[in-house]
């Protein structure tokens, strides 16, 4: 996950002390949540900006506490957006599911297929199971 600036550059954690701009680490995006700058509190786009760049400034990045899902939502906590300073890891995810959009339709496959493919062989591995 990562946020982009005001100028459509996007910001995004690929490891400790490592910010990449534009080439995120897990590949292109496949899906976006387009956030209005009007719910900054601030000076529009300079305060989004400042927010951005705070959020990613020499911080350590680990997997499971302080990665780039925590370092979206500290921006969007600097900048105050929507006037909410809760942002977190949790409500961030669940916010970009409903709100987000997928970039195209293989987008969309590249972001479900496998889920459902694991799923359908879980079922199956169950089903056989309780078959026997």
């Known amino acids: 996950m990562g946020i982009c600036t005001s100028a459509g550059v996007i910001r995004d954690f690929a490891g400790s002390y490592l910010v990449s701009e534009d080439n995120m680490a897990f590949g292109r995006p496949t899906k976006y949540w387009k956030l209005d700058v009007d719910k900054v509190c601030g000076t529009g786009s300079a305060a989004w900006d400042k927010a951005?760049?705070?959020?990613?400034?020499?911080?350590?990045?680990?997997?499971?506490?302080?990665?780039?899902?925590s370092h979206v939502a500290l921006a969007l906590n600097l900048m105050r957006y929507d006037n909410r300073t809760s942002?977190?890891?949790?409500?961030?995810?669940?916010?970009?599911?409903?709100?987000?959009?997928?970039?195209?339709?293989?987008?969309?496959?590249?972001?479900?297929?496998?889920?459902?493919?694991?799923?359908?062989?879980?079922?199956?591995?169950?089903l056989t199971l309780n078959l026997h």
């Open 52 to 69: 951005v760049h705070d959020a990613y400034k020499c911080r350590p990045h680990n997997l499971c506490c302080d990665n780039c899902h």
């Open 87 to 126: 942002w977190n890891m949790v409500n961030l995810c669940l916010r970009s599911l409903i709100h987000g959009k997928h970039v195209s339709c293989v987008s969309f496959l590249k972001t479900w297929l496998p889920f459902l493919m694991l799923t359908g062989a879980l079922v199956t591995f169950i």
